[in-house]
């Protein structure tokens, strides 16, 4: 059972590239969520996926494209990457509708130049 | 508007000493209230979490966390604390079934030896 992971661990990105993080989990979970945590901003939520099928806006969309590609998978697509979105990225998981408990990913630290 | 308020940057206290972490929320009803851990380069762990009932909890890693409506508060304990347990610590509350949780700015745990 590995819970939430998420692919890379590590990224250097070029003003302009794009490119996708990935996450899944295996706890058979409704919800997903991406965050984005920078240094004395705590945590900020980018994206949710309620349940397969939906998608919502978070605090932070602008820049960021999600899809729920299924049940377990919920990836993050910056198109053209800026250098404010040098941060560490954080997928999470939830499986209790309304008490949102998450379990959360080891994370991705994305660095643009 | 629904807040959790962790008035604490950073606390340091020396090893083997008592710790007690301070997490206030503002919400209309009692929200499923959450403390979180994130060690240094890792992801957030579930410490504990409170949902109803006996309102003194126990989580993992011997921390304790008690409810009290009347001060609107879910601070986090440990009896005596260890090197190990230097991290940075997030409260984090729901309730309104938006599938969100509101977070804590956090609060970065220092040991002295």
Not at chain 2, 4 to 30: F, M, W
Request: hydrophobic share 30%; with cysteine; proline share 4%.
């Amino acid at each position: 059972n590995a819970g939430v992971t998420q692919t890379p661990k590590f990224q250097v990105l070029k003003t302009g590239q794009s490119m996708t993080l990935q996450c899944a989990q295996d706890m058979n979970h409704n919800s997903m969520y991406w965050y984005r945590q920078d240094p004395g901003m705590g945590l900020r939520l980018i994206y949710y996926s309620a349940s397969e099928g939906t998608t919502d806006k978070g605090e932070v969309p602008n820049g960021y494209n999600v899809s729920r590609l299924n049940k377990r998978e919920f990836s993050l697509r910056l198109e053209s990457a800026a250098p404010s979105q040098t941060s560490v990225y954080f997928c999470a998981s939830s499986g209790r509708q309304g008490t949102n408990e998450q379990y959360f990913g080891p994370g991705t630290r994305l660095t643009v130049t | 508007a629904q807040s959790v308020t962790q008035p604490d940057i950073h606390i340091t206290v020396s090893e083997g000493a008592s710790l007690e972490l301070r997490c206030n929320y503002s919400y209309g009803a009692t929200p499923y209230l959450f403390w979180y851990v994130q060690s240094p380069g890792q992801g957030l762990q579930l410490l504990l979490k409170y949902f109803s009932g006996d309102t003194l909890v126990q989580g993992i890693k011997g921390f304790e966390a008690e409810f009290k409506r009347s001060q609107s508060s879910f601070n986090l304990r440990k009896p005596s604390v260890h090197w190990s347990d230097a991290a940075e610590y997030f409260c984090a509350a729901a309730g309104d079934s938006n599938y969100q949780l509101i977070w804590g700015a956090g609060t970065k745990l220092i040991i002295k030896p």
